[in-house]
């Protein structure tokens, strides 16, 4: 038999990525892992927005990455929470207590930091939601299909028109998370 001990979800906070939770939940709770919930900050946007200048005491200092590394770790700190209630206001806290969940933040490339998060969190399985089509996709492909190419582990993928089979043997949309998850 297969030990599934962790799970990773990455998630961009929208209710595209609620269902891959859900579902990530539920495999949990049946073998007793754990499930780490990953949102990546991208680093373009967040060198450009500590690259400002800023003033301490009443001087004008250039921005620098170098000496603002606590503002890293307070915007992680603050995402960890932003996670966190996102998982609690869409998931729910009863829920949430059925599995322990981990919320992480990484900067940089969404697909390279999930896969490295697989990789270091040691990870068993990968549960992503899937956005459909789109012309990025068309040209570079999918965020998921990159993430999928170099995982470290399986990959299962969620469409939003998917549909799941409960423990009443009943077929359900995959977005009624309430009735499958709990």
């Known amino acids: 038999m297969i030990n599934i001990k962790k799970i990773l979800v990455p998630s961009d906070l929208t209710d595209v ?11 949990a709770k049946k073998h007793g892992a754990e499930v ?11 060198q450009e927005r500590l690259s400002q200048p800023y ?12 000496g603002r590394v606590q503002d890293f770790d307070a915007i992680r700190e603050t995402k960890n929470r932003v996670v966190h209630d ?7 806290a009863e829920i949430l207590r059925s ?18 998060a ?35 582990c399986p990959v299962v993928t969620i469409q939003p028109s998917a549909e799941v089979r409960t423990e009443q043997d009943e077929r359900v949309p995959v977005t009624l998370i309430d009735r499958w998850a709990a």
């Open 17 to 27: 990525s609620v269902p891959a939770i859900g579902y990530a939940i539920s495999l």
């Open 36 to 46: 780490s919930v990953l949102h990546v900050l991208p680093m373009k946007a967040m």
């Open 55 to 66: 003033v301490t005491e009443d001087v004008v200092v250039p921005g620098s990455l170098a």
């Open 86 to 92: 996102f998982l609690e206001q869409k998931i729910g």
């Open 99 to 116: 599995v322990k969940t981990n919320p992480l933040v990484r900067f940089g490339k969404t697909a390279k930091e999930i896969v490295a």
């Open 118 to 152: 697989a990789k270091e969190e040691r990870c068993d399985l990968l549960v992503m939601a899937s956005r459909g089509s789109g012309l990025a996709r068309l040209f570079r492909g999918s965020l998921t299909e990159r993430a999928a190419r170099h995982a470290p």
